[in-house]
């Protein structure tokens, strides 16, 4: 037998070798797994390290005899670890969420962690995951019922402990901002009954404010708890006016925060939610006055400018110019009347006067005064001696007189 | 603040929008002015006069 040459070796001479890179692809494939995705791992929190740029580094271990003992490294980034209510130490028990993953630089595998939570509140932990399910097939936590706040609320209801400083804080706020009526309907905040009386507090205030702050300060995830409770939760959905929710830091959510149509990182973030801010109120109001008088100076300028306009429209001058024609008109005809009338009389006198000259020669008078008499009998003039008999009467006139004859005889001739 | 302080801004804007459409009669303009300067008053008037009142629920209501 030809210990050098087996089939098996001269194979796995033909095949190219793999390099490092190329292994550690195909581990991460074969690590990318469901099973350990998004897995939920619980252990004692040993080798923490807190980075200097804010990366948390610490090993799971299980600590037991023989084959239960064993250890995974993990890694919390800073970003997630914000997020932790709690300080991270050596020793603690945790229950981690989070997703295994090559490090292919150190060779190794390690557990990224997402969120992290004390192991102590386990059960609390699994029993609010629940109700978040059991609420979220309700409806509760829908963005679509999510109600907008009110712009200018008269009436702030703050569910809230009576004592300490979240209503202090809320009231300092809204006394800065816009002071209204704050109408506290008190609770505890914390216990075992909590819930109960938080809920029912919720549920007073329905139809005497406009906007309900659910508000608590700071405390432990069991400080919290009762704002978890479905009571509380389905108190908020059930509020008829939209409700802003502050509930611990802004890294604590419960799931009233959830409902809430609003969640505010803390009690005065609420505070200046809930109301406007007058100083701005008055800013903008002082804006529409300048706008409303400017509108109407714009107004009265257009008028202004309508009027004069018009004016000029209305302005005589042509009427004027009709009125000159006529004058003018009026005075020339005046003009020919009159010398058509003093041509006229000058003409009449003149024939006037030819009448008179023409007169004067007939003048019967005339020619009696030159020693002619006329005579007549019955008033006729007596032209011929035909016309006359012995015995007539006759009147014979002279030029300064005249006498009644009567005729002796009558001679005809040719000329008398 | 009293319950009208949104419809008086609402009122107020409605007036300016009137004031300046064109069509608006300048007589109706001033009368709407007056309106407006009134509104303007009492919003100042709610907004400087607004005092902080806390009352408290009875917790067996």
Redesign the interface.
């Given at each position: 037998m030809d210990w050098f040459n087996r089939p098996d070796d001269i194979a796995a001479a033909d095949r190219a070798p793999l390099r490092v890179s190329e292994l550690s692809a195909i581990i991460e494939r074969l690590l990318d797994s469901p099973l350990l995705r998004d897995i939920l791992v619980r252990g004692e929190v040993t080798n923490y390290t807190h980075h200097a740029r804010g990366h948390r580094y610490f090993s799971l271990s299980e600590k037991g005899g023989g084959n239960t003992a064993a250890v995974i490294k993990c890694v919390l980034w800073r970003s997630d670890a914000e997020r932790l209510s709690f300080n991270l130490s050596e020793g603690l028990e945790v229950i981690v969420t989070g997703t295994v993953r090559l490090y292919a630089p150190h060779g190794s595998y390690q557990l990224q962690v997402k969120e992290m939570r004390k192991a102590g509140m386990g059960d609390k932990f699994l029993l609010v995951d629940q109700w978040k399910k059991e609420l979220a097939a309700e409806g509760c936590f829908a963005a679509e019922r999510k109600r907008p706040l009110p712009?200018?609320?008269?009436k702030v209801g703050v569910v809230t402990s009576?004592t300490g400083a979240v209503i202090h804080d809320i009231?300092t706020v809204?006394?800065r901002r816009?002071?209204?009526?704050?109408?506290?309907?008190?609770?505890v905040v914390q216990g075992e009954e909590a819930h109960r009386?938080i809920s029912c507090?919720i549920a007073?205030?329905a139809g005497?404010v406009d906007v309900v702050i659910v508000a608590r300060g700071g405390g432990s995830f069991e400080d919290l708890f009762p704002f978890n409770h479905p009571d509380v939760v389905r108190a908020i959905t059930a509020c008829p006016v939209p409700v802003i929710s502050a509930i611990g830091h802004e890294v604590d959510v419960t799931l009233s925060d959830l409902a809430a149509d609003v969640r505010a990182a803390t009690p005065s973030a609420a505070a200046e939610l809930v109301v406007p801010d007058?100083g701005v109120?008055?800013v903008q109001?002082k804006e529409?006055?300048t706008?409303?008088?400017t509108?109407?100076r714009?107004?009265?300028a257009?008028?202004r400018d309508e009027i004069a306009d018009m004016r000029d429209r209305l302005r005589p001058q042509r009427f004027c110019r009709k009125l000159e024609e006529r004058k003018q008109n009026i005075a020339d005809l005046s003009d020919r009347l009159e010398r058509a009338f003093s041509n006229r009389v000058d003409r009449e006198r003149l024939l006037l006067a030819e009448i008179k000259t023409a007169l004067d020669g007939r003048n019967p008078l005339a020619v009696l005064a030159r020693g002619y008499c006329v005579a007549e009998k019955n008033g006729v003039v007596v032209r011929s001696a035909k016309n006359i008999n012995q015995g007539d009467r006759m009147k014979v006139r002279f030029y300064d007189g005249s006498s009644q004859v009567t005729v002796e005889r009558v001679d005809y001739g040719r000329n008398v | 603040?009293?319950?009208t302080?949104?419809t008086k801004?609402e009122q107020?804007?409605r007036?300016?929008e009137k004031?300046?459409d064109?069509t608006?009669g300048?007589d109706e303009?001033?009368k709407l002015?007056e309106q407006?300067?009134v509104l303007?008053k009492q919003?100042?008037m709610l907004?400087?006069e607004?005092?902080?009142?806390?009352?408290?629920?009875s917790?067996d209501?």
């Open positions: 712009a200018f609320p008269i009576e009231r809204i006394g816009y002071p209204v009526e704050i109408v506290i309907s008190p609770t009386e507090a007073r205030l005497l007058r109120l008055l109001l529409l006055k706008q409303m008088s509108a109407l714009g107004q009265v257009w008028a | 603040m009293e319950e302080y949104e801004i107020l804007k007036i300016i004031i300046e064109g608006t300048l303009s001033i002015y407006g300067a303007v919003c100042e907004l400087t607004a005092e902080l009142k806390i009352t408290a629920l917790r209501a």
